[in-house]
C-alpha cells in the first residue's frame, strides 16, 4: 500500500474572529521549530511579510530532519544534510537576512532537557528576537513528540534567556522577548494578515524537495500539476483562515505578551 500524506500542517480552521490583528512588524524574529519545514509551513507567510518590511528573520532548528522519508533504504545522514541545504534555501527564499542555526539532534527523539534548553536560551540571547515563533507544547490530542518538545523547549528557553542567573556560562547579554506567537495553537487568538505573501510562503515550501512525497503530496514524477495543486491547497488554506479572521488570507497564532 503506497500511504498517503497527512493533511497539509497548519491548516486548523479558527473557531471565529481572533482578539488581535497584526503586531507591529519586528526588527527581528526567530522561528524555533522542530524540523526543517515547520516554519514555512506554519508561519511562513507572516515571516515572509515581515522579510518584506525590513524584519530580519532568523531560524533555529532543533532536528536533523532523518525521519522525514518513507523510504526504508534512505540513506539518513544524506537526507540530513541535504535538509540542511532546504532549510537555507527555504529561508532565503522567505526573505532571511538573519541566521539558519540547525541544531541536528536526531529527528523523532527530541526530547526537552536541560542541556537543549542552555542551547537554546543561548541562541535566543545571540540572536536577540523581538518576537519568537514556535509550537504550541499545549496543543491537545498532538501526537508529534517533536512538536511538543519543541514548543516546551522554546518557552522554558525564552525564560532562561532573559534572567541573569540562568546559564551564567553564556558569553552573550540576556535576552528578553517582547512577544511569543504559537503556531497549530490550542486557542488561537491572533491574526497575521498574510494577503499578499502567501506566494512567497509556497515558493519557500516548495525549497522543501526532499519532503514533496510525505508532506506535500507532490509524487516524484509529477508533471507539474501536483505542484500546482499543492500551491493551490496553500493559498486556499491562508483564504479559510483569513475568512474566519476578518482578513482575506490569515495565519493564527496564540500571542504571549506578558514576558
Ligand atoms: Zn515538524
Redesign the pocket.
Known amino acids: 500500500m503506497i500511504p498517503r500524506p497527512s493533511p497539509l500542517?497548519g491548516g486548523d480552521l479558527p473557531d471565529g474572529p481572533m482578539a488581535t490583528k497584526d503586531l507591529p512588524v519586528p526588527a527581528s524574529a526567530l522561528a524555533i521549530?522542530?524540523?526543517p519545514?515547520?516554519a514555512e509551513f506554519h508561519c511562513g507567510a507572516t515571516l515572509a511579510k515581515w522579510a518584506a518590511q525590513g524584519c530580519v528573520l532568523n531560524h533555529l532548528v532543533l532536528t536533523d530532519g532523518s525521519k522525514g522519508t518513507w523510504d526504508p533504504d534512505a540513506d539518513i545522514d544524506a537526507l540530513a544534510e541535504q535538509r540542511t541545504h532546504e532549510q537555507m534555501e527555504a529561508a532565503r527564499r522567505l526573505g532571511s537576512q538573519g541566521k539558519v542555526v540547525m541544531l541536528g539532534h536526531v529527528d523523532g527523539e527530541l526530547l526537552a532537557t536541560l542541556h537543549l534548553r542552555d542551547q537554546v536560551a543561548y541562541w535566543i540571547r545571540s540572536i536577540a528576537p523581538e518576537v519568537i515563533l514556535s509550537h504550541d507544547p499545549w496543543r491537545r490530542y498532538r501526537l508529534?513528540p517533536?512538536?511538543r518538545n519543541a514548543g516546551f523547549l522554546a518557552l522554558d528557553g525564552l525564560v532562561a534567556a532573559r534572567d541573569p542567573h540562568f546559564f551564567r556560562h553564556h558569553d552573550v547579554p540576556v535576552h528578553r522577548t517582547d512577544t511569543v506567537l504559537l503556531f497549530e495553537a490550542d486557542a488561537p487568538d491572533h491574526v497575521e494578515d498574510v494577503s499578499g505573501h502567501v506566494d512567497t510562503k509556497v515558493t519557500a515550501l516548495l525549497a522543501h524537495r526532499s519532503q514533496y512525497v510525505t508532506t506535500h503530496g507532490i509524487p516524484a514524477e509529477d508533471d507539474g500539476s501536483a505542484e500546482e495543486d499543492f500551491r493551490q491547497r496553500v493559498v486556499t488554506q491562508a483564504a479559510e483562515i483569513g475568512a474566519r479572521t476578518g482578513v482575506a488570507s490569515g495565519e493564527v497564532f496564540k500571542a504571549i505578551t506578558e514576558l
Open positions: 500542517p521549530v522542530a524540523h519545514d515547520d508529534h517533536d512538536h
